[in-house]
């Protein structure tokens, strides 16, 4: 993990449009892998390649789902501070 701290807000926002992106991707895998092999999501047994292949992308998208809140809580974090610093100087 890295510290989001100490990137700017224009880094921070580049990042966060990436991870947006990469996010869209996995919602696009995701709405056509369940169109092409309807899987049963109750079965956690199941070790198929296609149900790896679904977990695999499942950890993938809640990691790039985690990553986007951690981003937008550090840029939120900068403009509320940059508000702060302008109306105390």
Same mark, same amino acid.
């Given at each position: 993990?890295?510290?989001?701290?100490?990137?700017?807000?224009k880094?921070?926002?580049?990042i966060?449009?990436?991870k947006?992106?990469?996010?869209?991707k996995?919602?696009? @895998?995701f709405?056509? @892998?369940?169109? +092409?092999?309807?899987?049963?999501a109750?079965?956690d047994t199941n070790?198929?390649?296609l149900?790896?292949l679904?977990?695999?992308?499942?950890?993938?998208?809640?990691?790039?789902?985690n +990553?986007?809140?951690?981003?937008?809580f550090?840029i939120?974090?900068?403009c509320?501070? +940059?508000?702060?610093? @302008?109306?105390?100087?």
């Amino acid at each position: 993990m890295i510290n989001l701290s100490n990137y700017s807000l224009k880094e921070l926002e580049d990042i966060r449009d990436k991870k947006i992106i990469e996010k869209m991707k996995l919602d696009k @895998f995701f709405s056509m @892998f369940l169109d +092409a092999y309807p899987l049963d999501a109750d079965d956690d047994t199941n070790e198929s390649p296609l149900w790896k292949l679904y977990k695999q992308k499942l950890k993938e998208y809640q990691e790039t789902e985690n +990553a986007i809140n951690r981003i937008k809580f550090h840029i939120d974090q900068k403009c509320l501070k +940059a508000q702060t610093n @302008f109306r105390y100087t």
